[in-house]
């Protein structure tokens, strides 16, 4: 049996990627990590479909001078498991942003992606500048 091509002329593959850049100097990481999700699931796009990946790069500027609200730096804590038993590894909001400014957002974003494949896929559009 003959394999048949059907790939359409608009489907993702052939179509150029949309370069979004945004400022996040002096917005609040939540806020503006809703609003990345919104644009990595390419939700502002007339032909919008949940199950496609996507084809929008959000490039983010300043991305180093967040704001959290609160008391957040000192008490929102991060974790993580190595993998071994009884390694739970847990930082500080402010010990990260120290550490790796850019993680808390990035960390911010991958939580309001949905939960699905496509969730890997869409945060590697995700850039910093």
Do not use: C
Not at 109 to 117: A, I, Q, S
Request: proline letters at 4%; zero cysteines.
């Amino acid at each position: 049996m003959a394999k048949v091509n059907t790939k359409k002329e608009s489907s993702p593959e052939t179509v150029k990627a949309e370069v979004l850049q945004l400022d996040a100097q002096g917005q609040t990481a939540g806020r503006l990590a809703a609003q990345i999700a919104y644009y990595l699931q390419d939700k502002h796009r007339p032909d919008y479909a949940p199950q496609l990946e996507g084809r929008t790069v959000v490039e983010v500027a300043n991305a180093d001078q967040i704001k959290l609200t609160g008391r957040k730096w000192q008490d929102k804590i991060y974790y993580h498991h190595t993998g071994y038993l009884g390694n739970l590894k847990s930082i500080s909001a402010e010990k990260l942003h120290q550490k790796k400014p850019h993680q808390i957002l990035r960390l911010a974003v991958w939580g309001m992606l949905p939960k699905n494949r496509l969730r890997s896929r869409r945060i590697k559009r995700l850039k910093f500048v």
